[in-house]
C-alpha cells in the first residue's frame, strides 16, 4: 500500500488547511484511516481517525476545529482544518490500517504563523 498525502503548507493563526491523502495498491481491505503529527521534539500524536464505517475520533485539542471524512471510491481520506493555531504546527502524516498492518505516508509539513 503506498500513500500520498499533499496539502500543507505556511498559513497565519485562523486561517484554514485541507490536507489529503490517496492510496493505491492492495486497498481494497482498508479498515482505519487517520492522521497523525509530529512536532518538532514531541511524539508523534493521533488527531483524527476514521473507521470504514465512518466513525471518528479526534483529539480533544482539535475537537471542534478539524474534520476528517473519507471517499472509500477514491481510497483518499482528508483532514479540513480550521481556525488553526501555531500550536497546530507539525509534520502530519496519514495513516491506514490494512488487514491490521499499519502504513505510513511521507508527511506533509504544516507551518502556522501567529
Known amino acids: 500500500v503506498q500513500l500520498q498525502a499533499s496539502g500543507g503548507g505556511l498559513v497565519q493563526a485562523g486561517e484554514s488547511l485541507t490536507l489529503s491523502c490517496t492510496a493505491s495498491?492492495?486497498?481494497?481491505?482498508?479498515?482505519?484511516m487517520g492522521w497523525y503529527r509530529q512536532a518538532p521534539g514531541k511524539q508523534r500524536e493521533l488527531v483524527a481517525g476514521i473507521s470504514s464505517r465512518g466513525r471518528t475520533t479526534y483529539a480533544n485539542s482539535v475537537k471542534g476545529r478539524f474534520t476528517i471524512s473519507r471517499d472509500n471510491g477514491k481510497n483518499t481520506v482528508y483532514l479540513q482544518m480550521n481556525s488553526l493555531k501555531p500550536e497546530d504546527t507539525a509534520v502530519y502524516y496519514c495513516?491506514?490500517?490494512?488487514?491490521?498492518?499499519?502504513?505510513w505516508g511521507q508527511g506533509t509539513q504544516v507551518t502556522v504563523s501567529s
Open positions: 495513516k491506514v490500517v490494512v488487514w491490521g498492518d499499519d502504513h
Open positions: 495498491g492492495g486497498t481494497f481491505s482498508i479498515n482505519v
